[in-house]
């Protein structure tokens, strides 16, 4: 006799879905959190696009606890004290929420608690139960064993639930970027003003250049209602290379970062109110895992269902759309009473008809970020440029034409390299 059908890792969005969907649909679930409370250890840049969740709660917007809805788009281009920032003015295609991880997980995980889910926080599990080779519940930090059926691993990017149960190797740093992130409050009216905003609408804001000292990453900046939420996401295998100490280093290029004077001015009287830093899986870690053993299945983060385009990562949406497909896959093997690994494989088909397409997608992009001169080049030659275009002195003036070139060339680059690297870009993305 087993304690629950089904034993959940880990209370973020991936878990909590997933236990959503299965106590809703009547089994005996039991999801594990480490943390005090479920959100109380999450952390991440701002953004969470709607197309997944929407389809577990419609319009849930209008009860989770949302901050604002992005409604304008900046990329930025950064270059010593100067820069570019890029607006789209077009309303997005797509729904996308900024909000804050510790609100919206309670949120999230109390509905799958309403749903009939047992949650407990402040249990911190060490290991997946294996006995004859098959998953059969889970060990307890403390050493205690609780029996289920089927274990869900929703335990992130460090998953040792995936490592212990064999599906993995065991990761090194190159498989991981790293971000860092304040929260810093202000008044909600000077947010609207010094951002443009209307009301609730929201900003995603997304910087490149040398604020990142060479390193492939970059640096964010969203709204909420009554803060904002700031930080540099930085491969941690290319921090290590260029910047040495990778803490000292994260904390130094976000204080920079802050005090770059464009950005600067969008924070002026803000109180930093909340600070961490987290790790993200890359994409190519996706490639080294098995999604599923007898027993268990591996679900958002801890699958790497994240990536991280160099300014911008994406993991939110990956995560809940993995744990509908494993809800579906487990109530499908529960109702079966089989839930070996040839009636989980079910998951895998799911996954390839819809996020693993879109990761595989994502991988051609990611590895166009690694191009350094994305990074270093590109903002620099495209900061000077357009200055070159407004600088009006009386003094006789180069073609925009020749100023490009000459630019170009000072970073050992031809115009036919720069239109490779665009088309390489507008290929991958
Ligand atoms: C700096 C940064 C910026 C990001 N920005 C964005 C963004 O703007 N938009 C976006 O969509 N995504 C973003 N992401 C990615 C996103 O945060 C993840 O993809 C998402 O959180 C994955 O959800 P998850 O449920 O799989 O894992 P997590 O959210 O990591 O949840 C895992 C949970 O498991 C718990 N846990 C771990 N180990 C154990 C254990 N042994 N026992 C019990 N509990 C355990 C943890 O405490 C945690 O609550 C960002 C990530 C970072 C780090």
Request: charged content about 30%.
């Amino acid at each position: 006799m087993v304690d629950f059908d089904v034993i959940v890792v880990g209370a973020g969005p991936s878990g909590s879905v997933a236990s959503y969907l299965l106590a809703s649909k009547g089994h005996e679930v039991l999801m594990l959190e480490r943390g005090k409370r479920p959100g109380s250890k999450s952390m991440f840049g701002g953004r969470l696009y709607a197309w997944s969740l929407e389809k577990v709660f419609p319009s849930f917007w209008k009860d989770a606890p949302v901050e604002r809805e992005v409604k304008k788009e900046v990329l930025g281009f950064l270059h010593q004290d100067r820069g570019i920032e890029v607006k789209l003015s077009t309303e997005p295609e797509a729904k996308s929420f900024t909000l804050l991880r510790a609100k919206f997980d309670k949120w999230l995980s109390d509905k799958a608690e309403d749903a009939g889910a047992e949650v407990i926080s402040g249990i911190k599990v060490r290991s997946p139960l294996i006995k004859d080779g098959k998953v059969k519940g889970i060990v307890a930090e403390d050493g205690e064993e609780i029996e289920s059926h089927v274990v869900i691993a929703a335990d992130g990017a460090l998953s040792f639930m995936a490592e212990k149960a064999g599906l993995r190797q065991k990761l090194s740093r190159e498989d991981f970027a790293v971000g860092a992130k304040e929260v810093i409050e202000l008044p909600r009216s000077v947010i609207e003003d010094r951002f443009g905003l209307e009301g609730d609408e929201g900003a995603a804001q997304l910087y490149i250049g040398d604020l990142t000292q060479g390193v492939i990453g970059g640096g964010f900046l969203y709204t909420n209602l009554e803060s904002v939420s700031l930080g540099v996401v930085m491969r941690i295998g290319s921090l290590a290379e260029n910047v040495g100490h990778i803490n000292t280093a994260m904390w130094g290029i976000t204080e920079k970062f802050k005090s770059h004077p464009i950005i600067r001015k969008y924070l002026k009287g803000g109180k930093i109110v909340e600070y961490s830093a987290h790790i993200i899986p890359e994409t190519q870690f996706l490639r080294e895992i098995k999604l599923y053993t007898d027993g268990m299945i591996v679900i958002g983060d801890a699958a790497g269902f994240c990536v991280n385009y160099g300014v911008t990562v994406r993991g939110m949406d990956f995560a809940i759309e993995s744990a509908i497909a494993a809800a579906e896959t487990v109530d499908d093997a529960l109702s079966k009473g089989d839930v070996s690994s040839s009636n989980l494989k079910k998951y895998r088909s799911l996954l390839e008809r819809g996020i693993l397409r879109d990761l595989g997608r994502a991988r051609k992009a990611v590895s166009l970020m690694e191009d350094r001169r994305l990074y270093t080049s590109i903002p620099k030659i495209a900061v000077r440029t357009l200055e070159h275009l407004f600088k009006v002195d009386g003094k006789p003036k180069d073609s925009l034409y020749s100023k490009l070139k000459k630019e170009l060339s000072e970073e050992n680059m031809s115009v036919i390299s720069s239109l490779l690297l665009g088309w390489k870009a507008i290929r991958s993305l």
